[in-house]
């Protein structure tokens, strides 16, 4: 398919401006399947034998193995989508101090911007993850490893959509938070989020509807698939009960060990999350303002959805564990959710403007 002129100009555009970033992701992606493991290479004896014993696990989700006295690897797990997340809130984010303003002004619509910037940092993951899988495939010719290339690909399929999907939800909260470090702290709470608010409704069910554990177990799954980094740990995919401690404010779940991931059913979750995630990305570029409007956020519709989100799960832990019956804390929840909400926004108009409101430009009338 032949890319039209202004689509062109700015995939060059953004070749230029990113590519220290780009090849900074690269970097940190490969980093411990690669760099890692050719440092410990160097060392060998000892320092080798238990890195492959933290890579067999690693690599395999310890399926049928059991955990390395001492088990670093974690990094094999974590540094990947760190690295997709940090390419996805920088490469939009960065160009909120001006670039954007320039990009806008040219032939290329909004969402060409977007796609023009999505393109080459999922290339990038992909890029990282075959380097990944290629060294991995290689060291097993030389190294005695008990994983196998279809462990290998496992492993870089799944976590290749974790990461694509990290950099694509860390884009799509670029196009509504004023700056770097306000995204990433948006896509922290952001990943955290579905799974809190499946908990929140299962807290409730068992508590007040009597909801037996076959369903919270689904429940806490649900969850699981919701949230992005159970992903990578696995968590809460092979849970046997679920426990409400006193005060109904925690879960303990009991899981079982040796059960790997369904690959084919997780990687398509993911891609599909991908592609909304992106779609949205464009949505909410296409309509937002390229001003900054708060500290944190660019807009003062993200302002408000984060607002009411908060003050439902501010609420939520506030009122749920004293609330004996339904009718209380369906009437204390709503009231304490109502107060927060109009308290903050009091707050938010006081700080901007002090103790003396706006007051509105009265048009002048012709005669």
Known sequence: MKLSKPMRGILEKEWRHSRGYFLATLLIIIYTPVIK????LFRGGASMEQWVQELNFALTFGVGMARPLVYSSGLLQWLPAIGALLLGIIILGEERKGG???LVSTPVSRWQIILAKFFPGAGVVILSMVVNGLFLVGLGLFQPVSYNPVDVFHWCLLTGATCLCIFTVALMVSTFTAGVLAAGVVCYFLNL???MIVAM??????RYFGLVESVSIKLC???SYLTMSDYIIHSERHITSVQHYPGWTTTGISATGGMGPDYLLDS????AGVLLFLILAIIIFERSSLQTGGAIFATGSARKTALAIGALIISYWLVFPRAET?????LYFSLLTGLIIMGSQYLYRLLRYGWQLPVRKKKNSTY
């Open 326 to 330: 339904l009718l209380k804390f369906i």
């Open 100 to 102: 954007l303003n320039y």
């Open 221 to 223: 799954k649900l969850g």
């Open 193 to 195: 989020l579905p799974g």
């Open 201 to 206: 409704i299962e807290h409730v069910g068992a």
């Open 268 to 271: 398509c979750i993911l891609l």
């Open 37 to 40: 493991t050719i440092f410990h």
